[in-house]
């Protein structure tokens, strides 16, 4: 049976069973992964995911269902499920069924090209990878990860209303994190690539960013505990940004949850700070023509120089501040209810480069990584104390690694101490994304 088919079967059968406005939503997932150790493969995966989920409105309430399998069998199934479930909802709030935007930007995120790359080009460069790093210096012991992976995504949103909408997007990534051993000393690094152009990725490049970060991690050394002029590198200010990304959702302002409530037109960055949500990047690991209504999906900044301009918000948050929905509703999977989410978020880069921000400080901390932050934050209150790795700088240079450091304040303290934004953009495995970010000050504690 079609998908064509069976939702035009599913559609039937809903309306005969009392249910008015209906959706389908259709996902197919395909993921390729393959790591390795010491030249052999370590994991292998080849998994094909996907499935149905339905929606639709029954005594003014809106149930929720879903099926991996599309068959007769799974129709009755999905109405039963969503009938009980609107018995377990306690929402007044009405969702609706979106009829469609008037106009749907194309997109291109798709590669042919990557769809085509062989099973075994990938394992033998992700292989490649691993050799090259292994050679470079013999205090490069071993591999925690050597992986490649690729997936692919196609969406099919159709509902009673006359929408059908399709998109697929698909990417390749490289992860590496290196193992490096000088007499009791151990470190590690975290290298990775995204891409949709297998061909221009270089393995001897990825091996020996690698190798650079993890052998530059030796020799660390305690210094002062005090507050530092920090300057958040790349990857680092990227996940601290994802770890409050939330609090930018409507969804948690409406519930109590976000300390942006009641924030909108107030500043609540530095100038230097513009946060925009772009669904159209070719590369982004969350692009998107529409979003999980069925809205057409659209560039859209949030903060604007410093200042708060827009929430995001799907039809049912923007219904109860009687505002436009921003083309923002989200699901996890096709088994998810459909929540508030960004696309490619990001602070908007300078045309500063990292060497020059590095460069402008006399005296200060180089973070690189921080770890802990899911138990070491406080989305509500934005207090946070986190692990971090990192380098002390004296006179514009990096002098030496640091030994594990603690490093504590306030996310939106620290956005309003913003000096200066990198041109670095970098999006580390995650939608979410962010150039170097120079701050004023934070309190740094090394044990």
Same mark, same amino acid.
């Given at each position: 049976?079609?998908?064509?088919?069976?939702?035009?079967?599913?559609?039937s059968?809903a309306?005969?069973?009392?249910?008015?406005?209906?959706?389908?939503y259709?996902?197919?997932?395909?993921?390729?992964?393959c790591q390795?150790?010491?030249?052999?493969?370590?994991?292998?995966?080849i998994?094909?995911?996907?499935?149905?989920?339905?929606?639709?409105?029954?005594?003014?309430?809106?149930?929720?269902?879903?099926?991996?399998?599309?068959?007769?069998?799974?129709?009755?199934?999905l109405?039963?499920?969503?009938?009980?479930?609107?018995?377990?909802m306690?929402d007044e709030?009405i969702?609706?069924?979106f009829?469609?935007?008037?106009?749907?930007?194309?997109?291109?995120?798709?590669?042919?090209?990557l769809n085509?790359?062989?099973?075994p080009?990938?394992?033998?460069?992700?292989?490649?990878?691993?050799?090259?790093?292994?050679?470079?210096d013999p205090?490069?012991?071993?591999?925690?990860?050597?992986?490649?992976?690729?997936?692919?995504v196609?969406?099919n949103?159709?509902?009673?209303?006359g929408?059908t909408?399709?998109?697929?997007? $698909?990417?390749l990534?490289?992860?590496? @994190?290196?193992?490096?051993k000088? &007499?009791?000393?151990? =470190?590690? *690094?975290?290298?990775?690539?995204?891409?949709?152009?297998?061909?221009r990725?270089?393995?001897k490049e990825?091996?020996?960013?690698?190798a650079?970060?993890?052998?530059?991690q030796?020799?660390?050394?305690?210094?002062?505990?005090?507050?530092?002029?920090?300057?958040?590198?790349?990857?680092a200010?990227?996940?601290l940004?994802?770890?409050?990304v939330?609090?930018?959702?409507?969804?948690?302002?409406?519930?109590?949850?976000?300390?942006?409530?009641d924030?909108?037109?107030k500043q609540?960055?530095?100038?230097?700070i513009?946060?925009?949500?772009?669904?159209?990047?070719?590369?982004g690991?969350a692009?998107?023509?529409?979003?999980s209504?069925?809205?057409?999906?659209?560039?859209?900044?949030?903060?604007?120089t410093?200042?708060?301009?827009?929430?995001?918000? $799907?039809?049912?948050t923007a219904k109860? @501040?009687?505002?436009?929905?921003? &083309?923002h509703?989200? =699901?996890? *999977?096709?088994?998810?209810?459909?929540?508030?989410?960004?696309s490619n978020?990001?602070i908007?880069?300078?045309?500063?480069?990292?060497?020059?921000?590095?460069?402008?400080?006399?005296?200060?901390?180089l973070?690189t990584?921080?770890?802990?932050l899911?138990?070491?934050?406080?989305?509500?209150?934005?207090?946070?104390?986190?692990?971090?790795?990192?380098?002390?700088i004296?006179?514009?240079?990096?002098?030496?690694?640091?030994?594990?450091?603690?490093?504590?304040?306030?996310?939106?303290?620290?956005?309003?101490?913003?000096?200066?934004?990198g041109s670095?953009?970098?999006?580390?495995l995650?939608?979410?994304?962010?150039?170097?970010?120079?701050?004023k000050?934070?309190?740094v504690?090394?044990?």
């Amino acid at each position: 049976m079609t998908i064509q088919e069976f939702q035009a079967k599913l559609f039937s059968a809903a309306e005969s069973s009392g249910f008015t406005d209906v959706e389908m939503y259709f996902e197919k997932k395909e993921v390729f992964g393959c790591q390795v150790y010491k030249g052999e493969i370590d994991q292998y995966e080849i998994a094909e995911d996907g499935g149905i989920s339905f929606r639709g409105n029954i005594n003014g309430k809106m149930g929720y269902a879903y099926s991996e399998k599309i068959d007769e069998a799974s129709i009755p199934f999905l109405l039963e499920n969503a009938k009980e479930n609107t018995t377990i909802m306690h929402d007044e709030d009405i969702e609706e069924i979106f009829a469609g935007s008037r106009q749907y930007e194309q997109g291109n995120f798709f590669s042919t090209a990557l769809n085509e790359v062989t099973t075994p080009e990938k394992i033998q460069f992700i292989k490649d990878v691993e050799r090259e790093l292994l050679a470079l210096d013999p205090r490069i012991v071993a591999t925690d990860y050597c992986m490649i992976r690729t997936e692919s995504v196609s969406r099919n949103l159709s509902n009673n209303k006359g929408l059908t909408l399709t998109d697929q997007m $698909n990417y390749l990534y490289v992860l590496v @994190e290196a193992i490096v051993k000088d &007499g009791e000393e151990t =470190k590690t *690094s975290f290298e990775f690539k995204v891409t949709k152009d297998f061909y221009r990725l270089d393995a001897k490049e990825i091996a020996q960013k690698a190798a650079e970060e993890a052998l530059s991690q030796l020799g660390s050394r305690n210094i002062d505990s005090k507050d530092y002029p920090v300057l958040l590198r790349n990857d680092a200010a990227a996940s601290l940004l994802a770890t409050y990304v939330s609090n930018f959702s409507a969804e948690n302002t409406q519930a109590g949850i976000s300390s942006l409530k009641d924030k909108l037109g107030k500043q609540i960055a530095g100038g230097k700070i513009t946060i925009v949500d772009d669904p159209f990047l070719e590369d982004g690991l969350a692009s998107r023509t529409f979003d999980s209504e069925g809205v057409a999906t659209k560039k859209l900044t949030l903060v604007e120089t410093g200042v708060l301009q827009s929430l995001l918000h $799907n039809q049912k948050t923007a219904k109860k @501040e009687q505002t436009e929905t921003t &083309g923002h509703a989200h =699901k996890d *999977s096709y088994k998810s209810a459909v929540k508030v989410g960004p696309s490619n978020l990001f602070i908007e880069p300078s045309s500063i480069s990292f060497e020059d921000l590095l460069s402008s400080m006399n005296e200060g901390i180089l973070i690189t990584d921080l770890s802990g932050l899911h138990s070491g934050a406080n989305t509500v209150s934005g207090d946070f104390s986190v692990a971090a790795n990192g380098y002390y700088i004296a006179d514009g240079k990096v002098q030496f690694p640091v030994n594990l450091m603690t490093i504590a304040g306030n996310f939106y303290q620290l956005l309003q101490n913003v000096e200066e934004i990198g041109s670095d953009l970098t999006f580390p495995l995650s939608p979410i994304g962010s150039p170097s970010v120079l701050v004023k000050s934070l309190a740094v504690t090394v044990e």
